[in-house]
C-alpha cells in the first residue's frame, strides 16, 4: 500500500490518497472475511468501515455450520469458540404450547455440527485481530465513502471522508459489501431487482435470569411470531410485524406492546419493564432484492450489497460469506499479479447467483406461505403437515439441516497463506 498524506495546496485542500490492489467497502461480515482471506493470500488490501467499532446490536448473530467448517480450514476454530457463544445442534420451534424440532445439524459433513450464536461484534473483532497479523491488510475505521472515482468508464477507487479530512482510495478493484442500504450500489447504478417482504422485525432486549430455557426459541402464535436468542446476560428479542405497521403497534401505546410480549415469553414477563420507550425498539426493514448485475469493470459487489436477504432461516450472513470465499478463490492470483477483468467478476456472479436465488425463493415462499399467514391472525394454527413429518420422523430433520447448515453450494478456502507463520 502507498499512501500520500493529506495536503494543503493555496485554499484548497487535497486529499489524502492511498493507492492499493483491492479496496473493500464496508467492515461486515462479508468485507472482513474478504479482507482477511486476500490479505492471507499475499493481496494488498484496504477494508473502510464507516463506524468507529463494531458494537453495533441487532444484527445477524447465526453463524452457521458453513461459516465454522471455513474458520476450521483456516485453522482459527478452537480460537473463535473460545468467545461467548451458544450452541444448537439441532433447531427447534414452538406453535403455540407444542414444540417441534425443525433441522438436525448433528450429522453434518463438517467439524462443528450445530449453529453458534454470537455476537456479531466479536466475530468481526476477530478477523480483524486475524487480518492485523498480515502486513497486506489494513482496516480504517470511521471512514465514511462518499463516492466512486470513474476514469475511462471503470471504477478505479472511491472517495472517503475522514474525521482528519477527505482521503481517496485507489486501487485495481473496488469490492462493495456494505451492506442492504449500499452507498457502492446506489453510486454504480445497477440495476436491482425488488423481491418484496410481508414483513418488517422489531429488535429489543430483555434481561436473562437463571430460571430460563436454555435455548434460543421461536414461536409462532396466533399473529405473533417471535424470537428469542440467548446471550450471557441477556435475550435479544425478534418481534416480527407485518411491513409498515409500527405506526399502528406505537398507537396503541407501550404498556399494551408489553402486554404482547409477555403473552410471546410468559417466562419473562416480570422484565418486560426493561422496554422503558419506543428507543428501546429497533425497526429492521426487512428487503429482499438482488441486483441483475453485481458488477462493472473495477467494481464487484458481494453480500447485501449484491443480494440483500429476508431474516428467515439467519442465513443472511452466511451467504455474504461464502460469496467472500468465492471472491477470493477467484481474485486472489489475479489481483496479485494484475487487475481483473470483466471476466473474473462474471464467473463469481454466475458462481454465486445461482444459491442466491435459490435461497430467496425458499425465503420468500416462507414469508408469504406461512409467515403472512401467522401474522393475519389466522386462529387454526395446527401445524402444517410437513412440521408433523419432521417431528415424527427424525431422519427427515437432516433435509433442512443440510439446507440451512451448509447452504446449497458451501465454499471452501482455496487460496493458501502466503505468510505461513501467521497460521
Given at each position: 500500500m502507498k499512501e500520500r498524506p493529506l495536503a494543503l495546496e493555496g485554499a484548497c485542500i487535497v486529499p489524502a490518497i492511498i493507492t492499493t490492489r483491492c479496496c473493500i467497502v464496508g467492515g461486515g461480515?462479508?468485507?472482513?472475511?474478504?479482507?482477511?482471506?486476500?490479505?492471507?493470500?499475499?493481496?494488498?488490501?484496504?477494508?473502510?468501515?464507516?463506524?468507529?467499532?463494531?458494537?453495533?446490536?441487532?444484527?445477524?448473530?447465526?453463524?452457521?455450520?458453513?461459516?465454522?467448517?471455513?474458520?476450521?480450514?483456516?485453522?482459527?476454530?478452537?480460537?473463535?469458540?473460545?468467545?461467548p457463544h451458544q450452541e444448537a445442534p439441532i433447531l427447534q420451534a414452538q406453535i403455540g404450547e407444542t414444540t417441534f424440532a425443525v433441522a438436525d445439524f448433528t450429522h453434518l459433513p463438517t467439524h462443528c455440527k450445530f449453529l453458534a450464536f454470537m455476537p456479531q461484534w466479536d466475530?468481526?473483532?476477530?478477523?480483524?485481530?486475524?487480518?492485523?497479523?498480515?502486513?497486506?491488510?489494513?482496516?480504517r475505521m470511521r471512514a465514511q465513502v462518499e463516492e466512486l472515482?470513474?476514469?475511462?468508464?471503470?471504477?478505479?477507487g472511491v472517495r472517503?471522508?475522514?474525521?482528519?479530512?477527505?482521503?481517496?482510495?485507489?486501487?485495481?478493484?473496488?469490492?462493495?459489501?456494505?451492506?442492504?442500504?449500499?452507498?457502492?450500489?446506489?453510486?454504480?447504478?445497477?440495476?436491482?431487482?425488488?423481491?418484496?417482504?410481508?414483513?418488517?422485525?422489531?429488535?429489543?432486549?430483555?434481561p436473562r435470569a437463571a430460571t430460563d430455557p436454555q435455548?434460543?426459541?421461536?414461536?409462532?402464535?396466533?399473529?405473533?411470531?417471535?424470537?428469542?436468542?440467548?446471550?450471557?446476560?441477556?435475550?435479544?428479542?425478534?418481534?416480527?410485524?407485518?411491513?409498515?405497521?409500527?405506526a399502528q403497534i406505537q398507537s396503541r401505546g407501550l404498556d399494551a406492546f408489553r402486554a404482547s410480549v409477555s403473552t410471546c415469553a410468559p417466562f419473562a414477563a416480570d422484565r418486560t419493564g426493561a422496554i422503558r420507550s419506543w428507543d428501546d425498539?429497533?425497526?429492521?426493514?426487512?428487503?429482499?432484492?438482488?441486483?441483475?448485475?453485481?458488477?462493472?469493470?473495477?467494481?464487484?459487489?458481494?453480500?447485501?450489497?449484491?443480494?440483500?436477504?429476508?431474516?428467515?432461516?439467519?442465513?443472511?450472513?452466511n451467504l455474504a460469506i461464502q460469496d467472500a470465499v468465492a471472491a477470493a478463490n477467484e481474485l486472489a492470483a489475479v489481483l496479485r499479479d494484475g487487475g481483473p477483468t470483466d471476466e473474473h467478476?462474471?464467473?463469481?456472479?454466475?458462481?454465486?447467483?445461482?444459491?442466491?436465488?435459490?435461497?430467496?425463493?425458499?425465503?420468500?415462499?416462507?414469508?408469504?406461505?406461512?409467515?403472512?399467514?401467522?401474522l393475519a391472525g389466522t386462529r387454526d394454527m395446527r401445524p402444517p403437515l410437513i412440521l408433523r413429518l419432521l417431528d415424527r420422523y427424525p431422519l427427515l430433520r437432516r433435509i433442512p439441516g443440510r439446507l440451512l447448515g451448509l447452504g446449497v453450494r458451501p465454499e471452501h478456502v482455496k487460496t493458501p497463506d502466503a505468510y505461513i507463520s501467521h497460521s
Open positions: 461480515p462479508a468485507g472482513m472475511v474478504l479482507g482477511v482471506l486476500l490479505a492471507r493470500a499475499g493481496v494488498d488490501v484496504v477494508v473502510l468501515e464507516k463506524h468507529a467499532d463494531f458494537l453495533r446490536d441487532f444484527r445477524g448473530d447465526t453463524l452457521h455450520p458453513s461459516t465454522l467448517e471455513l474458520v476450521y480450514e483456516l485453522g482459527w476454530i478452537d480460537d473463535l469458540l473460545k468467545l466475530f468481526l473483532n476477530f478477523f480483524a485481530e486475524r487480518g492485523a497479523r498480515y502486513p497486506t491488510f489494513t482496516l472515482i470513474e476514469a475511462s468508464g471503470r471504477i478505479v472517503v471522508a475522514m474525521p482528519d479530512g477527505p482521503l481517496e482510495v485507489h486501487g485495481a478493484l473496488v469490492i462493495g459489501c456494505d451492506g442492504r442500504h449500499s452507498v457502492v450500489r446506489a453510486h454504480a447504478g445497477l440495476e436491482v431487482e425488488e423481491l418484496g417482504a410481508p414483513m418488517d422485525v422489531l429488535w429489543f432486549h430483555l435455548a434460543t426459541t421461536l414461536r409462532f402464535d396466533a399473529g405473533r411470531l417471535f424470537i428469542m436468542i440467548r446471550r450471557e446476560t441477556e435475550w435479544q428479542c425478534g418481534y416480527v410485524i407485518p411491513k409498515g405497521s409500527l425498539v429497533k425497526l429492521l426493514t426487512v428487503q429482499v432484492d438482488r441486483l441483475r448485475r453485481w458488477f462493472r469493470p473495477g467494481l464487484l459487489c458481494i453480500g447485501d450489497c449484491a443480494h440483500a436477504m429476508s431474516p428467515v432461516g439467519g442465513v443472511g450472513i467478476l462474471r464467473r463469481i456472479q454466475e458462481r454465486r447467483e445461482p444459491p442466491t436465488k435459490l435461497t430467496q425463493r425458499a425465503q420468500v415462499f416462507v414469508a408469504n406461505k406461512v409467515i403472512s399467514r401467522v
